[in-house]
């Protein structure tokens, strides 16, 4: 398949060709160096590529790779092995673990780890450490979940996103500001749908980063960013890494365990309160879904 193509051009063809190039360059000449190298996401990120960096460090340099294997999505935390992690310039395949997470809310942690436990991969599975709350505000947190039938997605995803807008986070008389307000699922042409479908019924507009054409959706990923202040909307995909204090996350029939925590982790806890609602139809979710109340303080 196409993508079978493109990934094996990435992981290897790319990788394998660039490591001739630089092996061939006699005293590194014309080789830019750097004394620092961080990567992030690093359960994304290809072994290949981080020893093809190891190249462009200077000696004596540090280089650090921050990674979480249950948001691997790609699949690529498998090579990370103990063993070739030894071999990539880890001592002793050394890692320092955080085992508490600083961008959660605490009342959502439980839910959190719940759902990794019963649906991730114990390999995959990285728990944050319920904390201490008696040290701790306890920020309200707002959270429902609605199973449904995927062939009500565009009408309820609308529905829920116009009820989103009308939440209250400090009981103060003011509604939620559309600039913190994010809508994500895993499909394109759905969340196309439901943006066209809340410009036509609702006059709402949003920046998005859904598109008819590849070229069109790459230039609106370029384009997008937390700070517009508009209603936003995108994929899980696109949206690992950042984070919101008002999400609607809609789940299809098919989508994977993996790509779900991703989506249920994108909450952040923030002091005038959090919201998360989960549009779910994969049948699989609808038991732990019935865990949730529709309001939770």
């Known amino acids: 398949s196409s993508f079978e193509n493109l990934d094996k051009l990435l992981n290897d063809t790319l990788s394998d060709n660039l490591e001739k190039i630089l092996d061939s360059v006699r005293g590194n000449i014309g080789i830019i160096k750097y004394d620092a190298i961080l990567v992030d996401e690093g359960q994304d990120f290809n072994l ?51 085992k508490i997470s600083y961008r959660l809310p605490v ?8 759902f990794a436990l019963n649906f991730q ?8 450490e319920l904390p201490d709350t008696k040290e701790l505000n306890l920020f309200d947190c707002n959270f429902s979940w609605l199973n449904i039938s995927e062939l009500n997605a565009v009408d309820i995803c609308t529905s829920e996103i116009v009820k989103m807008m009308q939440k209250d986070p400090s009981d103060s008389g ?6 913190d307000i994010i809508f994500l699922c895993s499909s394109n042409d759905l969340g196309l749908k439901i943006t066209e479908s809340l410009k036509i019924r609702n006059k709402y507009h949003f920046a998005h980063t859904f598109a008819k054409s590849k070229i069109e959706s790459k230039r609106r990923k370029h384009a997008f960013f937390l700070g517009n202040p508009m209603l936003k909307a995108t994929t899980i995909q696109s949206f690992k890494g950042y984070e919101a204090k008002a999400i609607v996350l809609y789940i299809n029939k098919m989508q994977d ?25 994969n049948p699989k979710f609808d038991n732990f879904g019935n865990k949730w109340n529709r309001s939770f303080k």
């Open 121 to 128: 991969k114990q390999s995959l599975q990285n728990l944050p």
């Open 257 to 281: 365990e993996e790509l779900t925590y991703v989506g249920l982790t994108r909450l952040k806890e923030n002091s005038e309160g959090n919201f998360i609602t989960v549009i779910n139809a």
């Open 174 to 179: 003011k509604v939620l500001n559309v600039i």
């Open 48 to 98: 290949k590529w981080w020893n093809l960096l190891r190249k462009v460090l200077e000696p004596g340099g540090e280089m650090i790779l921050a990674y979480d294997t249950s948001q691997d999505i790609y699949d690529k935390s498998k090579k990370w092995t103990d063993q070739s992690m030894i071999g990539a310039g880890f001592p002793g395949g050394a890692v320092t673990e955080l």
């Open 107 to 114: 009342k959502y942690l439980p839910l959190v780890r719940d």
